[in-house]
């Protein structure tokens, strides 16, 4: 019962208004309790100050001690009191009674009775409830001449109590059913409140991979119930972004390994259609199989470069070395092919460079932007790449003399899979060729792109038209350690 959350906050809500209301109600018991008793007792003692000035006017008037006493209680008449005049050894001399028959009795031994006002609280002998009596007791000189007097006032505790029981009464009754009203208004309160968590968490458990495009209800945006739906939506719609890029990332993929998949079973099955073959014919059929192999290689490598990064388990791995040297063995690389396609890979002089970086990932990139630009450059034509150093940055500018990219092209050239020459190299039978040389999945400009990303930097097309292509990677220069 206590695991919903209603329940316990209106369990909280209904024990914090308990523990107010019986504060407030204790707090004005306990006000009114001391109210009436104050009064009470300022009215005893106004009446014993009255008694004392009238017994000294009777004694000044020239009345004996008992005429002046009787005349005293007999002036002095109040409904709800008691009064008395005693002589000073406790004779009684005269007394009015109260109603209900209460007389002024001497609640103390006549010695005890002193000049300052007392003031005590004594059981009712007549009833056999709980009910008291407030007794105020002084001993007085009608004339400073006169022997004392001894002056009682009495008064019944019975209406103060049946006050005090009544409004008892109204908190034993008024405070539970205020509480029963406001723990049921609690309740429906909190589930009011907490209806769009119950039909969100509904939603949210039908949600799964397949239908990540459907979203949780908003009811009021601008609320907190609103902001935590709108922040769950975004991550939703964050997933989906993912979960649609990893489908047709798998789509792609499998769509780029069937390609030489099937040139390479294709060429074995018309291989093996007859029974024996020229030597040659095999050897040709080998060759054909060997560059399909190689393309194959190379797409599920670059295929594990990207899924790794992707899945964060190929952070870079930084060391200190020398940039201009990394550059100068790439280019020696890029040489050697550039040669087998008559393409001329030139490079200029540059200055002695420590980076912080990745080195792996760095060759790779170089390779993949020089590999590109002799892959789409004619024999004859010429590719270039300088290093430059300015604020803080390092440039690499890869040029070339080739065919240039499709205007339509170039906002694409650096997403996954895409190949400008696709079409093209579908339909050639024995797999992708670009100048006669064997072209990528699509994923170099990709790879390219997530490590200079990695390293903090940025690759961008500068230009590319018939004439030619420059693409440009700018890195920051890092703390070496
Ligand atoms: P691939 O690995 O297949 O070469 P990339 O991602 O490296 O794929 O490049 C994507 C497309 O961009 C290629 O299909 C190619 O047509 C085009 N491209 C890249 N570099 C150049 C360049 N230097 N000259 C002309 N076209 C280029």
């Not at 980076?355 to 020089?370: A, I, P, S, V």
């Not at 430059?388 to 690499?396: H, N, P, T």
């Not at 170099?444 to 018939?466: M, Y």
Request: charged letters at 20%.
């Amino acid at each position: 019962m206590f695991d919903s959350v209603r329940t316990r906050l209106t369990f909280w809500y209904v024990g914090v208004l308990t523990l107010v209301l019986v504060a407030f109600s204790f707090g004005v018991y306990a006000l009114l309790a001391g109210n009436l008793e104050r009064r009470t007792d300022a009215g005893l003692h106004a009446a014993l100050d009255s008694m004392k000035h009238l017994l000294g006017y009777e004694r000044a008037e020239g009345d004996s001690e008992l005429e002046a006493a009787r005349n005293t209680v007999a002036e002095l008449r109040y409904p709800h009191m008691a009064l008395a005049v005693y002589t000073a050894d406790g004779q009684l001399l005269a007394e009015t009674l109260a109603e209900g028959d209460l007389h002024a009795t001497l609640p103390l031994a006549p010695s005890d009775v002193h000049e300052t006002l007392r003031l005590l609280t004594r059981p009712d002998a007549r009833t056999t409830k709980e009910d008291r009596l407030r007794v105020a007791v002084q001993r007085v000189r009608a004339l400073p001449t006169d022997a004392p007097n001894l002056i009682v006032a009495l008064q019944s505790l019975e209406t103060m109590n049946e006050e005090l029981t009544s409004l008892r009464q109204v908190f034993l009754v008024a405070v539970p059913l205020a509480l029963a009203l406001a723990g049921l208004g609690g309740w429906f309160l909190a589930r009011k409140a907490l209806t769009p968590v119950v039909s969100m968490s509904e939603q949210a458990r039908r949600i799964s991979a397949s239908n990540l495009e459907e979203r949780l209800p908003v009811a009021n945006p601008r609320d907190e119930l609103g902001r935590l739906a709108g922040t769950f939506n975004e991550l939703l719609a964050r997933l989906n972004v993912s979960f649609d890029q990893q489908r047709q990332f798998m789509a792609d993929a499998s769509h780029e390994l069937r390609t030489p998949l099937s040139v390479m079973h294709t060429t074995a099955e018309v291989t093996l259609q007859r029974a024996h073959r020229a030597e040659s014919e095999y050897r040709d059929a080998l060759v054909l199989m060997d560059a399909q192999t190689q393309r194959l290689a190379r797409i599920v490598t670059d295929m594990f470069t990207l899924a790794r990064a992707d899945a964060g388990h190929r952070p870079i791995e930084p060391t200190d070395f020398y940039l201009d040297e990394l550059l100068a063995e790439t280019v020696r690389a890029a040489q050697v092919l550039g040669e087998r396609s008559g393409v001329k890979v030139s490079v200029e002089p540059c200055a002695e460079t420590i980076f912080h970086g990745d080195e792996g990932l760095l060759r790779q990139m170089l390779l993949n932007l020089l590999d590109n630009s002799i892959k789409h450059t004619p024999s004859g034509g010429q590719v270039s790449i300088t290093l430059a150093q300015r604020d803080g940055v390092i440039e690499f500018v890869v040029a070339d003399s080739g065919s240039g990219i499709p205007l339509e092209a170039q906002p694409h050239i650096f997403e996954r899979f895409y190949r400008v020459d696709e079409a093209r190299s579908r339909s050639v039978q024995n797999g992708a060729t670009v100048n006669g040389k064997s072209s990528g999945a699509g994923l170099g400009l990709s790879i390219a792109r997530w490590v200079a990303e990695a390293h903090g930097g940025s690759i961008s097309l500068v230009q590319s038209d018939p004439a030619g292509t420059t693409f440009s990677v700018e890195l920051p220069l890092r703390e070496t350690s």
